[in-house]
């Protein structure tokens, strides 16, 4: 290759002739072309696999709707040109609000990548001070998921942005509205599975006359015992299954719906025309408008494409539902109209009766496990819900199992599971009809459609900053259709859609005791804090006898000292060498990445070895029993004191605070480079109950190793060899190191909370009977933070609120 070397101040530059330029540019083009095909094949892939976690619900409607809207009173108007109406309404409801308002609109409001009503109110807490957390800091503002979405301020929404912001009230309302949305998700996860399994049943039914309606009432209820008594196991063991099984039932209904279409009416095709709903409503007035309760039946599920949103990408839930579950279900409920406006007497099993004979079978069979697949995934999105709940403080603490190592969010709540399947079967048996289920479920779906509506309007306005015109415009747009078909639901109320309102009520009431009851005892703690400057007055010694040892101090307080301490040293005057206090709080970001978890700081002055550790959570992160919590807080705080020796800003003077100065420290790069030396080794059971001289604690220890084997398994701490190391940082380490191996002990409060003497009714109710009875029945904070309970004390005290 010949080169053209031409001259420059500082030596030569060589040009590249043509032919190499172009061999640059075709490696680039290559290189864009691999990118793109990469990114298209993995949406593909995503959109496959979405079949089966998102579409189960959706996809399986068209075994119930004719026969929802064709009930009651509208049992009059049985007639060609009404089945005709009723299929054109079906036709523009899934396509306004699935693909309309879900597909274009709603999937790009996500959370970095989350979706659901949580994620929404996540990005409006962060956007605009509408948080009713506790213990939230500046330094939360940092986290490189905080400022997710569109930046700048729009000064249009200003003034009704500081409007919220001012009044309480309003922020109260706001978190009510999304936990009503909450609680109707857990409804969903209630109703879904009743619905969609006898409606999948009762195939049998149709097909041989000797089963009774009890017969498939029994065999529907021993599926859905076996369905919620594997939920353990979790749905990544049967996972696999699922996008195949949706898959070919989605293939299937539109085949039979093309048949349908081509061998009863062609015609039925003029029906997409809207001329066809206004004849609808000419002929049947009133009772056309009531029958819509059935119609919203065709988009049940239509949530869960927002919801499962962070399983997957926006990109690939766009192309399943736009270009294979949307023409599939439009051409189903196409055959099925076909077939009933030939067949009138056909509605009560539409479905079925509208399925050749020759394929009859194998269909029920798909229809079966279709309706198994998607009553898993409303079962694992309430899972998720009560998860999120429980972060932002409104539910009870309650045991979260990750059941899978490799996909996140794939969760267990063994209390919820038999809950939701004593309430399922209730439903079940108490209904024995879908129609009647049908009217709950209509209810709880189109109430949590109508609050997105409500959230996307204002995301639209304070994250997204565009105008309020446009937000107003979306928010009347599809109000008004929701609008239409949420009072037609609850006309039914009677007619089975109260037990959506019973259960939503229940639920809404549990959020909200526990929450008013967990604020309270916040509160508590934040105007009985101890002032720093009586531990400053003590001196280094705090004017206790100080014993080897770390203790680690749990309050939900992220700055200053809680009460409990006092109390403690009060009724004991002694404590450990080293103190941390912990604080183990929910930001409102979906994932807290490993690099940003931990925040640590100094309260006092170095003499007195107090620090602050703050361990920070998304509402999606599970809390995982990794069992090395210790050895990473030992490793984070060694490296914040190398980190405060060489940043002069970290260090604190002695005119300033001796509180608030915290540090991010990346548990990813200490376990990387950490300033201390680390190596394990195997502790064998003898030595570890020898190294004590208490036979009780030996006993102890005993039985606690033979239960976690892992104990075994000891991580040791040295200093590395460096002269340069300033002395009293070498003096604070060795402190810490032998404070580790003398031991760690977990201080909590065991507290009681109750209303005081002068409170109200009202209050003593909430207080005294429901927060109290919450606290008994649900998961202690030791077992819930995952600490050893051979190391825990706990302090008991009384909260008057």
Same mark, same amino acid.
């Given at each position: ?35 793109? &095909?990469? $990114?298209?094949?993995?949406? $593909? ?17 068209? $075994?119930?709707?004719?026969?929802? %809207? ?108 999304? $936990? ?42 021993? *599926? ?23 898959? *070919? ?99 009560? !099993? ?15 069979? %798909? ?11 409303? %079962? ?80 639209? *306005? ?27 639901? &609850? ?136 069992? !090395? ?68 604690? =030996? ?22 060899? !460096? ?13 810490? %190191? ?23 009714? =009202?209050?003593?109710?909430? *207080? ?34």
């Amino acid at each position: 290759m010949h080169r053209v070397d031409v001259d420059h101040e500082r030596g030569t530059m060589e040009q590249p002739t043509p032919a190499a330029a172009e061999q640059t540019q075709l490696a680039r083009r290559k290189g864009t072309f691999a990118s793109k &095909f990469a $990114l298209i094949s993995s949406n $593909l892939l995503l959109a496959y696999q979405s079949l089966g976690v998102v579409y189960g619900d959706l996809s399986t409607s068209p $075994l119930y709707v004719y026969r929802s %809207i064709f009930v009651g009173k509208l049992q009059n108007y049985q007639t060609s040109e009404a089945i005709f109406g009723a299929f054109s309404l079906i036709f523009w409801t899934i396509t306004l609000i699935p693909l309309l308002k879900y597909v274009f609109v709603v999937l790009s409001a996500d959370d970095n990548g989350e979706g659901g009503s949580f994620a929404l109110y996540s990005l409006l807490c962060r956007h605009a001070k509408f948080s009713l957390l506790p213990n939230q800091q500046a330094a939360d503002e940092e986290l490189s998921a905080y400022k997710y979405g569109f930046s700048g301020q729009s000064t249009s929404c200003l003034p009704l942005k500081r409007f919220l912001e001012k009044h309480k009230m309003s922020r109260t309302v706001l978190l009510i509205v999304v $936990l009503l949305g909450a609680c109707m998700v857990i409804g969903d996860g209630v109703l879904t599975p009743a619905m969609s399994v006898i409606s999948s049943i009762s195939g049998i039914q149709a097909a041989t006359e000797h089963l009774s309606h009890g017969g498939v009432l029994l065999l529907s209820c021993i *599926i859905l015992v076996g369905l919620f008594a594997l939920q353990h196991s979790g749905t990544h063991r049967v996972g696999f299954l699922f996008a195949p099984i949706v898959t *070919i039932w989605l293939i299937s209904i539109f085949l039979i719906g093309l048949y349908n279409t081509i061998f009863w009416n062609p015609k039925i095709v003029s029906a997409l025309s809207p001329y066809y709903i206004i004849k609808f409503f000419k002929e049947t007035g009133k009772d056309g408008w009531v029958s819509l309760g059935g119609v919203l039946l065709s988009i049940a599920g239509t949530e869960a494409m927002f919801a499962d949103l962070g399983h997957f990408t926006a990109t690939s839930m766009r192309i399943a539902f736009s270009f294979f579950v949307y023409p599939c279900l439009v051409v189903q409920y196409m055959g099925q109209a076909a077939f009933l406006s030939k067949n009138i007497d056909s509605i009560p !099993n539409s479905f079925y009766n509208s399925v050749p004979d020759s394929v009859y079978w194998p269909v029920f069979v %798909i229809a079966t496990l279709s309706a198994i697949v998607g009553s898993q995934a409303v %079962i694992t999105a309430t899972f998720s819900i009560v998860k999120q709940c429980n972060a932002l403080g409104c539910f009870p603490r309650v045991k979260i199992v990750h059941t899978s190592k490799h996909i996140k969010g794939q969760i267990y709540v063994p209390e919820i599971n038999w809950i939701l399947m004593i309430l399922t079967l209730a439903v079940a048996v108490g209904f024995q009809d879908t129609t009647l289920i049908g009217n709950a479920y209509g209810l709880a779906c189109m109430t949590v459609m109508f609050i997105t509506t409500f959230l996307m309007a204002l995301v639209i *306005i304070f994250v997204w900053q565009r105008s309020v015109v446009l937000a107003t415009s979306f928010l009347l747009l599809f109000w008004l259709i929701e609008g239409v078909y949420l009072s037609s639901a &609850f006309i039914k109320i009677p007619q089975g859609g109260w037990v959506s309102l019973v259960l939503s009520l229940a639920f809404l009431t549990i959020m909200f005791v526990w929450h008013y009851g967990t604020r309270k005892k916040y509160n508590f703690d934040l105007h009985n804090k101890v002032p720093l400057k009586w531990l400053l007055g003590l001196g280094p010694s705090l004017g206790i006898v100080r014993v080897p040892g770390i203790g680690l101090i749990y309050s939900e307080l992220a700055t200053g000292i809680p009460s409990i301490f006092s109390h403690f040293v009060t009724n004991l005057p002694a404590f450990h060498n080293v103190m941390v206090f912990v604080c183990v709080k929910s930001v409102p970001v979906p994932f807290v990445s490993p690099e940003e978890r931990f925040l640590i700081g100094r309260i006092c002055p170095r003499p007195y070895r107090m620090y602050r550790c703050i361990v920070r959570y998304g509402y999606k992160d599970i809390q995982r029993d990794d069992g !090395n919590f210790e050895d990473l807080l030992i490793q984070s705080i060694a490296e914040f004191i190398q980190m405060e020796a060489v940043e002069p800003q970290l260090s604190i003077s002695e005119s300033s605070s001796f509180d608030g100065r915290m540090a991010v420290i990346s548990t990813r790069s200490v376990q990387s480079g950490s300033t201390l030396l680390v190596s394990e080794e195997d502790v064998g059971i003898s030595n570890s109950i020898q190294s004590s001289k208490s036979l009780t604690l =030996q006993s102890l220890r005993s039985a606690c190793d033979d239960e976690n084997p892992q104990m075994r398994r000891r991580v040791r701490f040295r200093l590395p060899e !460096n002269p340069g190391m300033d002395p009293s940082v070498r003096d604070e380490l060795s402190d810490l %190191i032998q404070a580790k191996e003398a031991g760690v002990a977990y201080i909590m409060g065991h507290s009681y909370v109750k209303a005081r003497r002068l409170a109200s009714f =009202q209050k003593k109710l909430i *207080i005294d009977i429901g927060y109290s009875f919450l606290r008994k029945n649900c998961r202690g904070p030791a077992v819930a933070l995952n600490i050893p309970h051979i190391s825990l004390i706990e302090v008991g005290m009384i909260y008057y609120v």
